[in-house]
């Protein structure tokens, strides 16, 4: 509990010591579950900078896929961190809470998937709480940190909870592109 408390601190800190910098962005991507199963992602981002090379975005991402047997919308929180290098290579990582809507299109009131897990839906929206872990690697296109324009991929871990449970997470990949709107000091 100690080392909790004293990691709040050191946190609250870093956090006080800004580098007088954030940046407004939005972005829009792929999001393949397991990779094959389109979707698209919206995410609207709030970039604090602590220093010329690293950031604690905030990100909030809407987004939809469809798999043979239903269809998820979800809005994801993230926060996490993001190291930028000289060549404009960027990694990051974050973890998420959020909500999704599972629609099943199958006949039956229960749904088997290829793990095993039973799950008993009803029609329409089926609500789940989703946390996440996001990692990511990326390229600052203009190489500007002022009016940056970013390409991106990240894999992804979340689990459904209103689908399975903490022993079955889901993955899914996420790539596509962000540009800065607007930069405040």
Excluded: C
Excluded at 28 to 55: K, M, N, Q
């Amino acid at each position: 509990m100690k080392r909790i408390i004293l990691l709040l601190i050191a946190t609250a800190g870093i956090s006080l010591s800004t580098h007088a910098q954030s940046l407004i962005s939005a972005g829009i991507g792929y999001f393949g579950e397991r990779a094959v199963h389109p979707g698209v992602v919206l995410e609207f981002e709030y970039e604090t900078f602590h220093s010329e090379s690293f950031s604690l975005p905030l990100r909030v991402d809407l987004g939809y896929f469809s798999d043979p047997e239903y269809n998820l919308m979800f809005l994801d929180i993230h926060k996490g961190f993001r190291e930028y290098f000289k060549s404009g290579l960027f990694l990051e990582q974050s973890m998420g809470i959020g909500i999704a809507s599972s629609f099943y299109t199958l006949e039956s009131i229960y749904y088997i998937d290829e793990f095993g897990s039973v799950v008993r839906y009803r029609d329409g929206a089926n609500l789940g709480f989703t946390p996440s872990v996001t990692l990511g690697v990326g390229y600052n296109i203009t190489r500007n940190q002022e009016t940056q324009n970013l390409i991106w991929i990240r894999p992804k871990i979340y689990w459904n909870f209103g689908v399975r449970g903490l022993n079955l997470p889901y993955t899914a990949l996420q790539i596509g592109y962000t540009h800065t709107f607007k930069t405040t000091k």
